[in-house]
């Protein structure tokens, strides 16, 4: 069993930056591949980017437009903890902020994902 917790969402101005973390617990947390979802008003949850649990491989979303050389994606298994860090944020950015933990190696499939925290929500002002 694993238990996410977000934090470190908010309100920032357009063009600004914020580092999302989700605490994950249990001892198991680096065989876990880890991944940020949002859900934006009114729209269907979307991922984001995918950390591996061993070599730290990463995948963002391919969509158009969106994360891509903006938002990058971390961890640090001693801690126990993944991050999102966000740069130049743009009103569609606004969302509710998901990390997960799969141990079906992730990638950007949400059904692939075994363990959701509550979500954090990001709004950013134009």
């Known amino acids: 069993q694993v238990q996410l917790v977000e934090s470190g969402g908010g309100l920032v101005q357009a063009g600004g930056s914020l580092r999302l973390s989700c605490a994950a617990s249990?001892?198991?947390?680096?065989?876990?591949?880890m991944g940020w979802f949002r859900q934006a008003p009114g729209k269907e949850r979307e991922f984001v980017a995918h950390?591996?649990?061993?070599?730290?491989?990463?995948?963002?979303?391919t969509e158009a437009d969106s994360v891509k050389g903006r938002f990058t994606i971390s961890r640090d298994n001693a801690k126990n903890t993944v991050y999102l860090q966000m740069n130049s944020l743009n009103a569609d950015d606004t969302a509710v902020y998901y990390c997960?933990?799969?141990?079906?190696?992730?990638?950007?499939?949400?059904?692939?994902?075994?363990?959701w925290g509550q979500g954090t929500q990001v709004t950013v002002s134009s």
């Open positions: 997960a933990a799969s141990a079906k190696g992730g990638r950007s499939s949400a059904d692939r994902y075994d363990y």
């Open positions: 249990g001892r198991a947390f680096r065989y876990y591949a």
């Open positions: 950390i591996s649990g061993s070599a730290g491989s990463t995948y963002y979303t």
